[in-house]
């Protein structure tokens, strides 16, 4: 289901309400304790609670239950045989996308310019100003892989492509770890991309041309993306990730992207950025591709990302999807 589709299970004003516990009755003392409610999200949906900011459960799991909220008890000898009231609570659902491929990069680095060369049937907002993309954009990479085709006992069934979703995040900045530009809320969606591919400027980047915004070289660039991933969520490191070197129909843009395409060959790259821009961990990368998107020279982009995923995956999880009618992704309130 979509994420929009929750609200239609809901009533009035975004509320939710079960049934309290029914009373005991002189035929029967111990009484029903209240049914239970169920509202239906898709995975990727976490549940917090609005007042305390506690999170009460994240739904990273197909086919799974989740208790957000305690019914109320039917009557016994613990209450007084009268049904009680069940838990109050005021909760946010939050989504988190999970994409095979996340985007991330400073604004301005060509980002969408790259979504839309990877998707070309996808819409995409492009402008040479920074910030053009203000929420996540999602589409599927497709491969022209010719079909298989299977022959049955009476017909032709041929297989669909091979396909990747990928997510192109809103540009971050400086200090997006500790949600400047509104850097948690676009940051959540690399939690549960499989893929992380860093799209940087391989001319450099400044966000204002002032004197008060700092110039960054694409290694630079590099380094302070890796320390904000770092700040963020360690785990994310941990990721294969594809270093994509864009805009190298620039002038002088195919030279510097060879030379920093051999310096990410080892972790030594961090020696080359000043010591309070180099993160703890650096990053490594499966892949470090120069590309200019505007022209839709991508490279080896494409059929790095493929294989990546290919060697994360290598049987189909088949077993996530048995027993679709029998179970249902579910969270009780």
């Not at 400047?180 to 549960?192: A, V």
């Not at 790259?269 to 590309?291: G, I, K, S």
Request: with cysteine; glycine share 6%.
């Amino acid at each position: 289901m979509r994420f929009d589709e929750i609200p239609k299970q809901l009533r009035m004003e975004g509320k939710a309400w079960a049934q309290h516990g029914s009373a005991s009755l002189a035929t029967k003392l111990v009484a029903q304790h209240a049914s239970d409610l169920v509202i239906q999200v898709p995975v990727g949906v976490e549940a917090v609670d609005r007042e305390s900011r506690i999170l009460l459960a994240r739904c990273n799991k197909p086919f799974q239950r989740y208790l957000v909220a305690q019914g109320g008890d039917g009557g016994s000898s613990a209450n007084q045989y009268h049904g009680t009231r069940g838990e109050r609570r005021n909760i946010e659902l939050h989504l988190k996308l999970r994409p095979n491929i996340g985007l991330v990069g400073f604004p301005n680095a060509g980002k969408s310019t790259l979504l839309k060369a990877l998707a070309p049937k996808k819409k995409v907002k492009i402008a040479p100003y920074p910030f053009t993309t203000v929420k996540p954009q999602m589409c599927y990479i497709t491969y022209d892989d010719e079909k298989e085709k299977k022959t049955g006992d009476t017909e032709e069934v041929e297989e669909d492509p091979f396909s990747l979703t990928i997510a192109d995040l809103p540009g971050l900045i400086e200090g997006a770890s500790k949600n400047r530009g509104r850097g948690d809320s676009f940051m959540k969606h690399l939690e549960y991309s499989d893929i992380i591919v860093m799209v940087v400027d391989v001319t450099g980047f400044q966000l204002q041309v002032t004197l008060t915004e700092p110039y960054r070289s694409a290694v630079e660039t590099v380094a302070i993306l890796n320390k904000e991933i770092e700040n963020y969520d360690m785990k994310i490191l941990k990721k294969p990730a594809v270093l994509v070197l864009n805009k190298t129909d620039l002038p002088g843009g195919a030279e510097t992207a060879a030379k920093i395409q051999e310096l990410f060959k080892t972790k030594k790259w961090v020696e080359e950025v000043p010591e309070e821009l180099r993160p703890t961990n650096p990053m490594t990368f499966d892949e470090v591709v120069p590309a200019s998107a505007k022209n839709v020279e991508l490279g080896s982009l494409k059929p790095a990302v493929r294989r990546i995923y290919e060697y994360l995956q290598p049987l189909r999880m088949k077993s996530l999807f048995e027993n679709l009618e029998k179970s249902q992704g579910n969270v009780l309130v």
